[in-house]
T-cell receptor
């Protein structure tokens, strides 16, 4: 059974700092990995989707990497802003179109 | 496109009542997923459909839960009878192509409180 772990559970940083969120998974036989953002009381917004054949994806100030062999992914946020404050979740796609979600990292960027 | 649309956004009901949650996926998407989110268990996949056909309902907690997708633009998740432990946020999501390679788009969720 696939298990997804995100570290840290919560992170507070000053505005402007570069930061890294971590995601690890137990079964390396994945199809893809997706990073989401969730604001309080809202749904999940897809940030980046990395296919299993890819090593990284970039969108603006966000960069996500994938290392299948070690079962790890990182989400790098450059020059963080208060508007980046949210919960970030990673989800691993495995067989049967099933996504397994991590518990999320709650990020607070202080002005 | 307006995105995935869910209704109601909030529902408060009493134990034993029937609850029906509704979802309109993004037009053209052929996969539809129902998830449940709680503090204790995080996000759990309940059921998903491909081209209106239920593919995997192994996440449905028990027979009190049922889901239908009568056409490509509408799905329902029904709980009958509801219990306090069903209180959660229920999300609908859709994707184009196989859910394994397609980006998943979520609705805003339906927050259910069962008293």
């Amino acid at each position: 059974k696939q298990e997804v772990t995100q570290i840290p559970a919560a992170l507070s940083v000053p505005e402007g700092e570069n930061l890294v969120l971590n995601c690890s998974f137990t079964d390396s036989a994945i199809y893809n990995l997706q990073w989401f953002r969730q604001d309080p009381g809202k749904g999940l917004t897809s940030l980046l989707l990395i296919q299993s054949s890819q090593r990284e994806q970039t969108s603006g100030r966000l960069n996500a990497s994938l290392d299948k062999s070690s079962g790890r992914s990182t989400l790098y946020i450059a020059a963080s802003q208060p508007g980046d404050s949210a919960t970030y979740l990673c989800a691993v796609g495995t067989s049967g179109s099933r996504l397994t979600f991590g518990e999320g990292t709650q990020l607070t960027v202080n002005p | 496109d307006a995105g995935v649309i869910q209704s109601p956004r909030h529902e408060v009901t009493e134990m034993g009542q029937e609850v029906t949650l509704r979802c309109k996926p993004i037009s053209g998407h052929d996969y539809l997923f129902w998830y449940r989110q709680t503090m204790m268990r995080g996000l759990e996949l309940l059921i998903y459909f491909n081209n209106n056909v239920p593919i995997d309902d192994s996440g449905m907690p028990e027979d009190r839960f049922s889901a239908k997708m009568p056409n490509a633009s509408f799905s329902t998740l029904k709980i009958q009878p509801s219990e306090p432990r069903d209180s959660a946020v229920y999300f609908c999501a859709s994707s184009l192509g196989t859910g394994l390679s397609g980006e998943l788009f979520f609705g805003e969720g339906s927050r259910l409180t069962v008293l």
